[in-house]
């Protein structure tokens, strides 16, 4: 069955974007409010891709309410994009609506579907954010609006710490690049990314404009005009994120 979606338009959608990488994105126990991690599932994937599937239960819930969680990192926005692609062309409703509101101007591409028994909130979230592909989904016996949580990882990809975030110690600021380029211009800002896992720091890398990706071990930006980029970098202490 041909794809109901091409990713060469979604790249041409999220052209004037800034451009993000994220390494070894872990989210918390606690992460998301009323919610308690039961599981949690690291899988390798194809293209040097890394997924990590969560499940949450609702605290004190009469009827089990879970989310599960997928975030799976990518060497770079295109394929993160066709990870997206395939999770909706596998989708037994691939019918689904184009994200809107909050979630629209945090994810780059994000697909929706509402909840099922009263209609009120999200039942499935699909999002990708920079290198990122993001899955968001009700999965108990009772539904679960997704919206927040969906919400919540789009935030912690896409949007830089806050001075008071840095100033707690959640977050660390890297060394900007010293860098004047040309259109074209390949500029290596880490030579080896280092090994992830639940112990390591989370990496994050936001650029207004050009292509941020994985080339090996190194991460690369690639400038799309001349001048001098103005890329910023973080580290994050593992299981130190900003509160919701």
Not at 24 to 49: D, I, K, Q, T
Not at 198 to 208: C, E, G, L, N
């Amino acid at each position: 069955m041909a794809s109901l979606h091409d990713v060469d338009e979604l790249l041409g959608e999220i052209a004037g974007r800034p451009s993000v990488f994220n390494h070894n994105l872990r989210l918390a126990a606690s992460e998301f409010s009323g919610y308690e991690l039961v599981n949690e599932v690291s899988l390798a994937g194809s293209n040097g891709s890394t997924e990590h599937v969560y499940l949450y239960a609702q605290r004190k819930a009469a009827t089990e309410t879970l989310l599960r969680v997928s975030v799976s990192e990518h060497p770079d926005a295109r394929h993160a994009l066709l990870a997206l692609i395939e999770s909706l062309d596998n989708s037994m409703n691939p019918e689904v609506a184009r994200a809107g509101g909050k979630l629209a101007k945090l994810a780059d591409i994000g697909f929706v579907r509402a909840g099922e028994g009263d209609g009120k909130g999200l039942g499935v979230a699909l999002l990708s954010v920079g290198n990122a592909a993001v899955s968001v989904r009700s999965a108990g016996k009772a539904p679960a609006d997704v919206t927040a949580a969906a919400e919540r990882v789009g935030k912690l990809l896409g949007t830089p710490p806050d001075k008071s975030t840095q100033r707690a110690g959640r977050a660390s600021a890297l060394p900007p690049p010293a860098a004047r380029m040309s259109a074209g211009e390949v500029l290596t800002l880490i030579e080896k990314l280092p090994e992830g896992g639940p112990a390591a720091d989370r990496i994050q890398v936001i650029a207004p404009r050009g292509e941020l990706r994985r080339d090996g071990d190194a991460l690369v930006y690639v400038a799309v005009d001349d001048g001098s980029p103005q890329i910023a970098g973080y580290t994050h202490p593992q299981g130190q994120t900003a509160p919701p």
